[in-house]
């Protein structure tokens, strides 16, 4: 292991009587952290010595670092460029067919709900002998 238990033990200790944001004010504030990294470093790792190697192994970050501003200007990526338009693909039968519920939403938008304006009739005012059509017997 990279570690001792001894330092793996310790910081449980204080993740289980700080909390988790005691552990973070405390590793932040020891003074390991201070001389290694300071306030205006991220942090990264600086040692891995494994068992069998006579020198550390490197971390990811520092053997391939990432393009700066000046490098990526300079091999002009990251380039979006699309050539044609992007089209969506429903197999068939996820495609709704005739009746089916998810077609509900845009036959009621369809719908002009306007229609016809609303007649003021009063049942007073209505003359049902001459309203009902006349019936032969």
Known sequence: ???SEREKIAWSIVVATKGINGFINDLVDSDEYLESFGDS???Y???RVLP???EGELPFNIKSPRYD???RGKFGFPQVIWQSTVRSYRPQEKVPR???PALFLN?????????????NISALNVDFERSVPYRKV
Not at 107 to 119: C, F, K, L, T, Y
């Open 107 to 119: 036959m009621a938008r369809s719908i002009d709900v306007r229609g016809n304006s609303p007649q």
């Open 69 to 71: 501003e000046y490098y």
């Open 98 to 100: 005739a009746g089916d």
């Open 41 to 43: 470093i991220v942090p």
């Open 45 to 47: 790792q600086r040692r």
């Open 1 to 3: 292991d990279v570690y």
């Open 52 to 54: 069998g190697r006579a």
